[in-house]
């Protein structure tokens, strides 16, 4: 078993990690924030074209993560002044338990320190239990919340959670 963790530089990634978006998005997010949000986010946030915009303005840098050359999931960072910004994490589910996440986080955790952060910052939905509890286990702890408008109604309704590096 092999876990790589490629950056995403081609259209083929990009569009890779869109279809792992749109499919971990509406299997997961549905049950916190609903369909309709949920598919209003996919194609704001993590469409192809989205996504392309997003690197070509050196926004994000996204990643692969690949489990025996497989697309099992994706993340993108940004530095920002004195943080890493973790902006999304997702691992499809049938690959999460096997150790995907723990080689993300150290890769974050290490890309960090090589920019010399003092920290990293994520946002997390306030009912995605699940995941607070990952990032509590991490060392993460919640410093913050906020709910910010995205459009037609809808709201990003996160907890701001902080891990010294």
């Not at 469409?47 to 999931?73: F, K, V």
Request: hydrophobic share 40%; proline share 2%.
């Amino acid at each position: 078993m092999t876990i790589q963790i490629k950056k995403v530089e081609s259209k083929s990634d990009i569009q890779i990690v869109a279809q792992l978006a749109e499919s971990i998005w509406n299997e997961y997010f549905p049950k916190i924030i609903g369909q309709e949000q949920t598919q209003y986010m996919v194609s704001l946030f993590q469409s192809a074209n989205a996504i392309s915009a997003q690197i070509r303005m050196n926004e994000y840098s996204y990643y692969l993560l690949l489990h025996d050359s497989i697309p099992a999931g994706y993340f993108a960072v940004a530095v920002r002044e004195c943080e890493m910004f973790l902006s999304k994490i997702y691992i499809r589910s049938d690959f999460r338990g096997l150790g995907i996440s723990s080689k993300a986080f150290e890769f974050i955790e290490n890309e960090a320190r090589l920019c010399r952060l003092d920290r990293i910052r994520l946002t997390v939905n306030r009912g995605n239990d699940a995941s607070i509890n990952i990032y509590e286990h991490r060392g993460f702890k919640i410093v913050d919340q906020q709910k910010v408008d995205i459009g037609h109604g809808f709201y990003m309704d996160d907890y701001i959670m902080e891990k010294p590096v």
